[in-house]
């Protein structure tokens, strides 16, 4: 048998529609559905993003900032290793109170000091003691207070002058001074006896003070017509505060 189709051909065509509708819409309600998600997953990545580069923006002008910092750093250290350079030229790398705390124990009651100089000298080549190759540098020893002495380039030659007892006194001090660790190469430039009046070195009140023990003569002869005689000198050293290696 053969089955009679009843319905009549625009009802099917009106289904068929309907139907299509139905699938267009579904499609269109999904691809809304996408874009929406779509939409909000695109503007939390902008959002992130903006952030990112606001920060790396902030970071970039804290960087700046440090940079300008580090070079103004830069430049107070360059003018401070100038100043350093400048303060190590004139500095005498020298104790001047602790030598002159040396030579007040050094000096006994028979000897009175006219003049001490230091002098600062050059190394040269020429002084056989001091050879291209050497190397000069600063010592460090247990009767300096500085506890780092600095390197330098110069030494310091000592004068001493002054009057004495007698040549004995001279010739002590000359001992003293060898056996000083603040002193070396000891050398005495002249020494003369001469006579000198007494009252160049007697007290203002003589009845009250009597005139120093120094300047008495190994005896205590004062000579004739109030003159003593005494042994006037001049002593040359060098502070021993370098090394040559």
């Known amino acids: ?24 819409c579904y499609v269109l309600g999904g691809m809304f559905v996408v874009m929406i998600v779509w939409n909000f997953v695109t503007s939390y990545s902008t959002s992130k993003a903006n952030a990112q580069v606001l920060e790396m923006t ?4 804290q960087a700046e900032k440090v940079s300008a ?3 103004e750093l830069k430049k107070e250290m360059n003018l401070y290793h100038k100043r350093e350079g400048l303060v190590e030229k004139i500095d005498p790398k020298i104790n001047i109170a602790s030598v002159l705390a040396e030579l007040s124990y050094l000096v006994d009651e028979r000897i009175v000091l006219s003049n001490i ?13 001091l050879q291209a190759n050497v190397v000069v540098r600063a010592v460090q020893s247990k009767f300096n207070t500085k506890l780092d002495l600095p390197l330098g380039n110069v030494r310091f030659k000592v004068l001493l002058a002054g009057v004495a007892g007698d ?9 003293k001074l060898e056996n000083s660790p603040y002193f070396s190469q000891v050398v005495l430039s002249f020494s003369k006896n001469m006579d000198m009046k007494r009252e160049s070195f007697d007290y203002p009140d003589e009845q009250k003070r009597p005139a120093p023990a120094s300047i008495t003569g190994p005896k205590g ?19 021993a505060n370098y090394l040559e290696q």
């Open 117 to 129: 100089e230091l002098i600062s000298e050059k190394f040269t080549e020429e002084e056989p003691s």
């Open 69 to 71: 910092k580090l070079i």
């Open 221 to 239: 002869d004062s000579g004739s017509e109030g003159k003593i005689q005494v042994s006037k000198f001049q002593i040359s050293c060098y502070l």
């Open 167 to 175: 040549a004995g006194d001279v010739a002590g001090l000359i001992c």
């Open 1 to 24: 048998m053969k089955d009679i189709d009843f319905l009549p051909e625009w009802y099917k065509s009106g289904r068929r529609r309907q139907i299509s509708y139905r699938t267009q």
């Open 58 to 61: 902030t970071r970039q002008k």
